[in-house]
């Protein structure tokens, strides 16, 4: 087995590999979807490689992404951090939220038995529940704390205000949202937040779905199943506009020996000690150029030469269409 630098998350969070994996693509979200064989295969190799912190969620499917990562991770259990989601009825996200405490412990039951697991390392509300006060959220999850069935509480696209209702019953390790080179909102409110309260953090999309790899055409085009299909900021139109990230980071890879995926999460790593990327993929060599990042050292004046870069740039199309967008920042 390979080993990765390690980080910690937050104050009192666990110690995981400096990056992640995001399990979410394996079968879902995306058009291409690996046979089960074929994606266990891929879970177990992130861990050969060094990977020790694996990202899931019962919505994932529903269901189905969970059960591999148990299947995947049974023998080497002891070995990582697997960290899954509740937060939506039925664990469907088309039906919208259900955080009820009811809800959260039923899920927990199931996610365990799909994990093949005794306690989930960490447990991350998925998108905030406006019908149910974060406080008995909070609540809920610190209950099945105490009774050794979670380890840690995390929160995912929530706004300060929920963060500090939520850590001020339950302290959160961990919150979960987008945050990559074209998407930098959280630096704004969320960053400060999370260093004052001693809040790990953890982006998704990292690689902005694909698009900072500089391998997407800007005339490809997206299958109904791939929800990149439905995203504003991924329109032919829009991925043309948005080619001097690729640019900016091509250039710096360039000089670098290295991909623009590295340097992308090359950059996310410099940023804070506390952050810890889970880019996801469905191919051997992707993981592996992924996880090379952990080893790349941006200088200052390669982080000067970004910043000055990425000012003189501005992402057009949203992030989500509003159906999404409704969702977080609560």
Known sequence: ????????????????????????GLNYGYATVLDKPDAIRL???????????????????????EELVGEALASVRDQVVIATKFGFKDGNPSNGQDSRPERIRAVCEA?????RTDRIDLFYQHRVDTAVPMEEVAGAVKDLIAEGKVKYFGLSEAGATSIRRAHAVQP????????????????REILPTLE??????????????????????????????????IVPRFTSEARQANQGFVNLLQEIATAKKATPAQIALAWLLSRKPW????????????????????????????????????SQLRV????????FAARVGR
């Open 172 to 187: 959160v390790a961990a919150l979960q949202s987008e945050y990559s080179l074209w998407f930098r909102e959280p630096e």
């Open 316 to 323: 057009h199309g949203d992030r989500y269409p509003p159906q």
């Open 1 to 24: 087995m390979n080993s990765l630098p390690q980080r910690k998350l937050g104050t009192n969070g666990p110690v995981v590999s400096a990056l992640g994996f995001g399990c979410m």
């Open 43 to 65: 879970v177990r190799a992130a861990f050969e490689h060094g990977v020790t912190f694996f990202d899931t969620a019962e919505a994932y499917g529903p269901f189905a992404n």
């Open 111 to 115: 996610s365990l038995k799909r994990l």
């Open 275 to 310: 952050i810890v990327p889970i880019p996801g993929t469905t191919k051997l060599h992707r993981l592996e150029e992924n996880l090379g990042a952990a080893a790349i050292a941006l200088s200052a004046e390669e982080l000067r030469h970004i910043e000055d870069g990425l």
């Open 196 to 229: 004052e309260l001693g809040i790990g953090f953890v982006p998704f999309a990292p690689l902005g779905k694909g698009f900072l790899t500089g391998k997407m055409s800007t005339d490809a085009e997206f299958a109904s199943g791939d929800f990149r299909s």
